[in-house]
């Protein structure tokens, strides 16, 4: 991956927010695996968007929080899992709908909102991206790569 994405992004706006994202997908393989951390409002949906939109998604894209898992078609075959676990309470309800399958699955890209939720469930390679508010506009956003 390239070296660029791991230092510390400020954003100033939802455009550049959901560029870094789209910028991120596009330097990753199938299989991979991104946790997205952050407070509520820190901007994981909209880096989310930005990262579906990299990999070639063209419908509407928001946050699964009621329905946990969204599914997108990729143009390539593949598929893009977004989860929103901040609704799931432990592990074991992660498990009960299927999230082993989800982050197994080798020809899917994973999104994962939330992961401190089924931390011991989450492999040493995925990437995690942090979000933190510094202003009303600004983010700060740091990539980190195992």
């Keep these: 991956m390239n070296t660029e994405f791991q230092k510390i992004h400020i954003s100033t706006s939802e455009k550049e927010t959901e560029a870094l ?3 991120l997908a596009q330097e990753l393989a199938p299989g991979s695996i991104v946790l997205l951390c952050g407070d509520l409002g820190a901007g994981k949906t909209v880096f989310s968007r930005g990262f579906a939109r990299g990999l070639g998604v ?7 929080t009621y329905t946990i898992v969204q ?5 390539t075959g593949n598929r893009l899992y ?9 592990e074991r309800a992660a498990l ?3 999230v082993d399958e989800f982050l197994s699955e080798p020809d899917a890209f994973s ?3 939330w992961p401190e939720r089924i931390a ?3 492999p040493d390679t995925a990437i995690r991206v942090e ?3 510094r202003s009303e506009d600004e983010r700060e956003i740091r990539i980190l790569v195992p």
């Excluded at 063209?58 to 699964?64: A, D, G, I, K, Q």
């Excluded at 599914?71 to 143009?75: G, R, S």
């Design 71 to 75: 599914e997108y078609e990729l143009p």
């Design 111 to 113: 999104l994962v909102e």
């Design 58 to 64: 063209t419908e509407p894209v928001s946050s699964p």
């Design 120 to 122: 011991g469930l989450l």
């Design 82 to 90: 977004h989860m929103d676990l901040y609704r799931i309470t432990d």
């Design 96 to 98: 009960g709908f299927g």
């Design 131 to 133: 979000l933190k508010h």
């Design 21 to 23: 994202g789209a910028a």
